[in-house]
């Protein structure tokens, strides 16, 4: 069965970075693309990355553009976030998600999410 | 961007009793509307994508509709475990973006 599994979370200072990982089993990772997406505490969903299956493409949200850079191996069938100036209003749940499918943009597998804290 | 309203806010019913979920998009996405539930502490999932279609293990209570800028969730008859927030989700233009959220609660 499909699994997807986060780790990297944790609490760091405004200004911090951080990688998240998302490791990915049950399925051909290599063939699927695949998105973080966010949810800061009490509130709703928000589309964070997106990857291409092979790679070739990347989208990131404007409010985390230039901070923020998603990759993957396929290797490794491992998806990555890493995450650099962070700040406040950073803090959320990220989780990672698998794509349905061909060209649709939406999300048939989550993880259960990792914490990331931006305190001082 | 694509901005996407959810109506209502909270809805109170019980159990047995029918959901219509609203979600209304800023402008066209032709049918690239899908639906989330999340219950507490877990992760979404995925019910219903391209307006109608259920997704994989989706029982059949759940239903979608609509096209263009207005769209429909209905659950026919509420389990208990269908208590729970209901997400949209447009595919339909890059930032792909979400609803705020539509709560059912146990009346």
């Known amino acids: 069965q499909v699994q997807l599994v986060e780790s990297g979370g944790g609490v760091v200072q405004p200004g911090g970075s951080l990688r998240l990982s998302c490791a990915a089993s049950g399925f051909t990772f290599s063939s699927y693309d695949m998105y973080w997406v966010r949810q800061a505490p009490g509130k709703g969903l928000e589309w964070v990355a997106f990857?291409?299956?092979?790679?070739?493409?990347?989208y990131h949200a404007d409010s985390v553009r230039g901070r923020f850079t998603i990759s993957r191996d396929n290797s490794k069938n491992t998806l990555y976030l890493q995450m650099n100036s962070l700040r406040a209003d950073d803090t959320a749940v990220y989780y990672c998600a698998k794509g349905y499918g061909g060209n649709y943009q939406v999300f048939d597998y989550w993880g259960q999410g990792t914490l990331v804290t931006v305190s001082s | 961007e694509i901005v996407l309203t959810q109506s209502p806010a909270t809805l109170s019913l019980s159990p047995g009793e029918g959901a219509t979920l609203s979600c209304r998009a800023s402008q066209s996405v032709s049918s690239y509307l899908a639906w989330y539930q999340q219950t507490p502490g877990q992760a979404p999932r995925l019910l219903i994508y391209?307006?109608?279609n259920r997704a994989t293990g989706i029982p059949a209570r759940f239903s979608g509709g609509g096209s263009g800028t207005d769209f429909t969730l209905t659950i026919s008859s509420l389990e208990p475990e269908d208590f729970a927030v209901y997400y949209c989700?447009?595919?339909?233009?890059?930032?792909?973006?979400f609803g705020g959220g539509t709560k059912v609660e146990i009346k």
């Open positions: 989700q447009q595919r339909s233009n890059w930032p792909l973006t």
């Open positions: 391209d307006a109608s």
């Open positions: 990857i291409r299956y092979d790679g070739s493409n990347k």
